[in-house]
């Protein structure tokens, strides 16, 4: 890949109240940066990989995100964007059950993957979360060796040999783009790397077990501009292979590094819900509801 | 200080700003307050620092004359030839099953409690139950110890020995291996717990692999004040049938015999013979707790040891 380093403006890049209101993110130079960000998937609509229909979430009595309804296709980024306390990780934590560990939370409505209810009884959702893998916020390596921190996906799923599990380190780390920085100190632990070495050995731990999807927790928030650089392009690299979704505070980070974006907020119940879904260039540019625009604009969030 | 700031002249606030500055306020109460702390801390090292002088002003001289032989010799009548042996082993004994019987139940107790059980009303009542015992006075496990396992238990553990000291022993110390237990795993950040389950590993692979190592120097450290308790703890032996005499070794009688049988405790004996009149027994009793101290600081040195190791390792 020979990006070039578009401008990292501030995450939060929102203007002052006694900005003049009518500034507007400009994101066609950033797109530009990237030829291939151009809709390309509109001439042939990708495959369904997850679809949602009136899916709810609660935490107890709380109802975290309402009444979703929703497809995200398969080998792209969708990006879901909103305002904090809108349910965007609940949603996105939805998708491979990791909600399941929370004492309390439950759901409603649907959520399918390649058309199967991943809520249906007998599905197992250790299973589920071998093939939906995922990158937290905070990168959180285990205090092992980068070595174990990559292989032990591999081994629980059955993975066994010294010589196979040695393949699995090396190319999972070459593909999250850290393989170079970490090659002679595989012995080390992961938890003395820098932050975004760390996250990108979360990448390296998730892409291990061969999933088919990949779920990013704002995968950028700990990072500085740089570290937020390299994973946004090796996001754009894995999207040959797997399907992504990112939940992101940074809509810089949205618009230039996703194709589809999904933008949620919440209502006066507190419950986030579907503002808008589209492609990403149309969201940004031309969005189609009200608040959308308030939001990408700047004006509220 | 040349070049660009030299177009800068000096600051004419000068004066004030170091007047300003200057920490010239006596801050008294700060001061006291220090006092205040390092004279509680003064007096706490102060007990301890003299009771410790006492002990070895009684005892240390009669351990020094006695020598190995105050070690291994046997319990007696006679202050000439008494000695603690019986009492060691009958302590370690004890130690061991705390260990095989304290330990693994109260670290299976605590991780159902923290990883498995259920948010309900039961699951809070145990655990309110489990801290509740770990505060209750030694004296009333004694009462349990006699009424359960001297009595009841007595065709298995054959009364008054040294099974039943030690299960008794067990009871007393399990609530706070789980407690301690509990606290080590809930210091483990969910973080890794989602990375574990993130990358499809199950409960029990989690557990396994990440919480419990991630949790065991936390529990290493429980374990080893655990046993400390155990080695010195006194009342519950009184009630569950420890005696001065100690084992019985006649000759022919084998190990499930002897464990049956009579026994004694370390700080049984210090406790039997600081209560007879005459003076040496009292010199005996402060050469006894010297061994116990001793014995106490070896087992947590070995245990801290253990941990590092078992720290680096990870």
């Given at each position: 890949m020979t990006i070039q380093a578009p401008e990292i403006a501030p995450s939060d890049a929102r203007p002052g109240p006694d900005v003049q209101r009518e500034v507007r993110i400009d994101i066609r130079p950033m797109m530009q940066t990237k030829p291939d960000v151009q809709p390309t998937h509109a001439a042939e609509p990708a495959e369904v990989v997850f679809k949602l229909t009136y899916f709810s979430a609660w935490y107890g009595t709380f109802r975290a995100v309402k009444e979703i309804s929703l497809d995200i296709g398969a080998r792209r980024i969708t990006s879901i964007i909103g305002p904090?306390?809108?349910g965007k990780s609940t949603l996105l934590r939805a998708f491979n059950r990791m909600n399941d560990l929370i004492e309390g939370a439950r759901v409603s409505g649907t959520v399918t993957y390649h058309g199967v209810d991943l809520y249906a009884p007998e599905v197992d959702p250790v299973e589920v979360r071998r093939r939906i893998g995922m990158v937290f916020q905070k990168p959180n390596p285990f205090p092992k060796t980068i070595y174990e921190n990559v292989a032990f996906g591999p081994r629980v799923a059955g993975v066994r040999g010294k010589k196979n599990l040695d393949e699995i380190v090396e190319s999972s780390l070459r593909r999250a783009a850290i393989w170079d920085e970490v090659k002679d100190k595989l012995d080390g632990l992961g938890t003395a790397l820098s932050g975004g070495q760390q996250q990108r050995l979360c990448i390296a731990r998730a892409i291990a077990v061969s999933p088919d999807v990949i779920l990013m927790d704002e995968p950028c928030s700990a990072l500085d501009p740089i570290a937020t650089l390299r994973i946004e392009e090796l996001m754009w690299e894995l999207k040959q292979n797997y399907t992504i979704i990112i939940v992101t505070h940074n809509m810089q980070q949205a618009a230039r590094a996703s194709d589809e974006t999904v933008f949620l907020t919440m209502g006066d119940d507190r419950a986030g819900y579907l503002v808008e879904q589209g492609p990403t260039a149309q969201v940004f540019?031309?969005?189609?509801n009200r608040l959308t625009e308030d939001y990408v604009s700047g004006r509220f969030g | 200080m040349t070049g660009r700031t030299a177009a800068l002249r000096e600051s004419p606030a000068q004066d004030a700003v170091r007047r300003a500055l200057?920490?010239?306020?006596?801050?008294l109460g700060q001061i006291w307050f220090q006092a205040l702390l390092m004279a509680a801390l003064l007096v706490a090292l102060g007990v301890l620092v003299s009771l410790l002088i006492d002990v070895f002003e009684r005892g240390g001289q009669m351990l020094a004359q006695r020598g190995v032989d105050f070690l291994t010799a046997s319990t007696s009548s006679n202050p000439t030839i008494a000695g603690v042996g019986q009492g060691i082993f009958g302590s370690l004994l004890i130690v061991l099953f705390v260990l095989l019987f304290a330990f693994p139940v109260g670290i299976g107790a605590a991780i159902y409690i923290e990883e498995?059980?259920?948010?309900?009303i039961l699951t809070r009542v145990l655990n309110t139950a489990v801290r509740n015992l770990a505060g209750v006075p030694a004296i009333v496990y004694g009462l349990l110890g006699l009424a359960v396992f001297v009595i009841i238990a007595a065709s298995f553990t054959g009364g008054r020995s040294v099974i039943a000291g030690g299960l008794t022993m067990a009871a007393l110390v399990m609530p706070i291996v789980v407690i301690t237990t509990a606290e080590s795993l809930r210091a483990v950040p969910r973080s890794i717990r989602e990375a574990g389950f993130g990358v499809g590993a199950t409960k029990w692979q989690v557990i396994r692999h990440h919480v419990l190592p991630y949790a065991a120097p936390g529990i290493f450290t429980g374990s080893i004040l655990t046993i400390s308790r155990a080695f010195g703890e006194t009342a519950p032996l009184v009630l569950a049938g420890g005696v001065l005499g100690g084992f019985a070794t006649r000759p022919g009688l084998g190990v499930v015999e002897t464990l049956q049988g009579p026994y004694t405790a370390l700080p049984l004996i210090v406790f039997n013979w600081a209560r007879q009149p005459s003076e040496e027994f009292r010199q005996l009793s402060a050469a006894a707790i010297i061994v116990l101290l001793a014995i106490i600081l070896l087992l947590n040195g070995a245990a801290i040891l253990l941990r590092n190791r078992f720290e680096k390792r990870w």
């Open positions: 904090s306390g809108t540019t031309n969005p189609q | 200057a920490g010239n306020r006596m801050q498995y059980a259920r948010d309900t």
